[in-house]
């Protein structure tokens, strides 16, 4: 019994923690994404099988830019001889907010 008692005290903060962090999860809001979390990648360019034809790394306007145009469903390497064996760089800038202007690197 007393084992018991001992588990449950320690349980309490834990269990307080994670309520803590999904309220906190549950209140973040998505601020943009490209495409659709759908695994399927026509709404990309160069879909369904265009591959060959990347010529240019992506540069990508929230907001602004069309995925269907500006950002190709394929992201090579630079093991990737069909884009010319070098690294690329892709990349999504937010446009400016009235909060900040926000910018990441694929």
Same mark, same amino acid.
């Given at each position: 019994?007393?084992? %018991?008692t001992k588990y449950s005290i320690?349980?309490?903060?834990? &269990?307080?923690?994670?309520?803590?962090?999904? &309220? #906190?999860?549950?209140? #973040?809001?998505?601020?943009?994404?490209?495409? %659709?979390?759908?695994? @399927?990648?026509?709404?990309?360019?160069?879909?369904?099988?265009?591959?060959?034809?990347?010529?240019?790394?992506?540069?990508?306007?929230?907001?602004?830019?069309?995925? %269907?145009?500006?950002?190709?469903?394929?992201?090579?390497?630079? @093991?990737?001889?069909?884009?010319?064996?070098?690294?690329?760089?892709?990349?999504?800038?937010?446009?400016?907010? %009235?909060?900040?202007?926000?910018? @990441?690197?694929?």
């Open positions: 019994m007393l084992m %018991k320690v349980s309490l903060p834990l &269990l307080a923690l994670l309520a803590a962090f999904n &309220l #906190s999860a549950a209140e #973040s809001q998505l601020l943009w994404q490209i495409g %659709k979390p759908d695994h @399927a990648n026509a709404e990309f360019a160069l879909a369904p099988g265009g591959y060959a034809q990347f010529k240019n790394d992506a540069f990508f306007i929230v907001g602004q830019s069309d995925p %269907k145009h500006d950002w190709p469903y394929v992201q090579p390497g630079p @093991a990737d001889t069909w884009a010319g064996s070098r690294p690329h760089t892709f990349t999504p800038v937010a446009a400016e907010s %009235k909060h900040r202007s926000q910018r @990441a690197a694929v």
